[in-house]
Nanobody, 117 residues
Framework: QVQLVESGGGLVQAGGSLRLSCAAS????????MRWYRQAPGKQRELVAS???????NYADSVKDRFTISRDNAKNTVYLQMNSLKPEDTAVYYC???????????WGQGTQVTVSS
């Protein structure tokens, strides 16, 4: 049974930081690309950051230089370090895994991030 469990969300003031974690089980983590998406109320889900199985990263322009995605294959965990948070970063953040060979993907349940002004 595949599980992606996000944690680390919460309420923070603008300019603050949070670190999200996504712990994976039931997949071969090391061969999966990992992504963080977010969805704000009334908006479409958008890709925030991604990391390949080899460690290459990519970011949405809106979070570049503020957010950092990383992975620890020994812990089957992907992280999203979020600095200089803005009210517009408020959203539910979702973890997503994608098998590099089969493209099978799985979603986590999401974690709420709220940034107050």
């Amino acid at each position: 049974q595949v599980q992606l469990v996000e944690s680390g969300g919460g309420l923070v003031q603008a300019g603050g930081s949070l670190r999200l974690s996504c712990a994976a089980s039931g997949i071969i983590f090391s061969i999966n690309g990992m992504r963080w998406y977010r969805q704000a109320p009334g908006k479409q889900r958008e890709l925030v950051a991604s990391i390949t199985r080899g460690g290459s990263t990519n970011y949405a322009d809106s979070v570049k230089d503020r957010f950092t995605i990383s992975r620890d294959n020994a812990k089957n965990t992907v992280y999203l370090q979020m600095n200089s948070l803005k009210p517009e970063d408020t959203a539910v953040y979702y973890c997503y895994s994608i098998n590099s060979f089969t493209t099978q993907g799985y979603w986590g349940q999401g974690t709420q991030v709220t940034v107050s002004s």
